[in-house]
């Protein structure tokens, strides 16, 4: 088995900088260069040939590899632009008639997602959301339509309950649309075996595979009987008989929407392929040594982590308050240790496979001698009050 310090070469960031934000956006490895100059040369030398020999496929073929690692079925994921467009995507499928239309998630959703559903009750639906997710549990109902869940939550990096959302949610006649962006990659994640409904990500964390590769799972035995009003061409059963009216494809195909992002899903693909040969349990072996390491020093140092201590509640980021966190990470910043901040969380450090002990040794010595000496205060005119 390849030692995960040797994958090391294949990101070229981590020459000259302590990378620490893959919660946020993944290294970038070499191969998604490559396969940016692939797409340039394909468009350059084959011109509008291209589609049919491969471009037209890609948000499948791409949708079929990221599969793999979240333990979809082939046929059963395909890729959009982001995170909010899939969601989008799913509640198109449903109209918000009482009495079923009401939708509950937890206050620890990311924005984006928030946003999409909160945006819904101009349609009907009654939306409410709750501290957490025993909340949210206890507040699934026969009147319940979607339960949008976050596997990881972004401020605090805590793993949520799903098995136990899913279940309850399935009791109830409602359908869970499970946001897996800061998971996927890094925690082991087996669709399939939950029995979610819906999933989506994204590739921008730890997946490595940058923007532009957002991700939708649909549940094969519901796909059938959805037709999602946000639609486009590439749903079509027949796209290029270019009917006046939609027919919707098979399967996960009929969620897809227009022309896709072929740039961006061919820079995408290294990152999957780089997860998959050395395995998200893997990686989840090396994450918890990582962060449970971080957690260590930075306690150690008198810092408050926000984090859960357990590990099997903790996914792939360590929390940290600090005095004036803000202008403590634009410090670290200055001196090449990329992690970032979130207002009311405090300072995000993502340690992924190819990180070193030494690495996480030398941040956390860092932070603490940043905020003992004061260094931080250069920063502080600069910093959001």
Known sequence: MQPLESYRDRFPILEHTTYLINHSLGAMPLGAEQGLLRYAREWRERG???????????????????????????GTTVMHQNVAVAQAIVLSCFEFEPPRNRIVYGEGEFPSVRYVYQAQRRRGAD?????DGAGVLEAIDERTLLVPLSHVLFKTGEIQD????????????????LDAYQSAGSVPLDVTSLGVDFAVGGSVKWLCGGPGAGWLYVRPDLAGGLKPTFTGWQAHARPFAFEPEQDYAEGAARFLTGTPNVPALYAATAGYELVEEVGVERIRERSIQQTA?????????????????????????????????????????????????????????????????????????????????GAYERHLDAAVR
């Open 162 to 177: 799903v098995e136990a959302i899913v279940r309850r949610a399935h009791e109830a006649g409602a359908l869970v649309v």
């Open 127 to 131: 939306v409410e959301i709750f501290a």
């Open 293 to 373: 390491l971080l957690v260590e020093l930075l306690e150690g140092a008198g810092f408050e982590v926000l984090s859960p201590r357990d590990p099997d509640r903790r996914g792939g980021t360590v929390v940290v308050r600090t005095p004036e966190a803000e202008a403590v990470h634009r410090e670290l910043e200055a001196r090449e240790i990329i992690c970032d901040f979130r207002p009311d969380a405090g300072i995000r450090l993502g340690p992924h496979f190819f990180n070193t002990d030494g690495e996480l040794r030398f941040a956390a010595a860092q932070i603490a001698e940043i905020v003992e000496t």
């Open 48 to 74: 509008v040939r291209a589609w049919a020999e491969g471009w037209w496929e890609t948000s499948t073929t791409t949708g079929d590899l990221l599969g793999r690692i979240i333990g979809a079925a082939p």
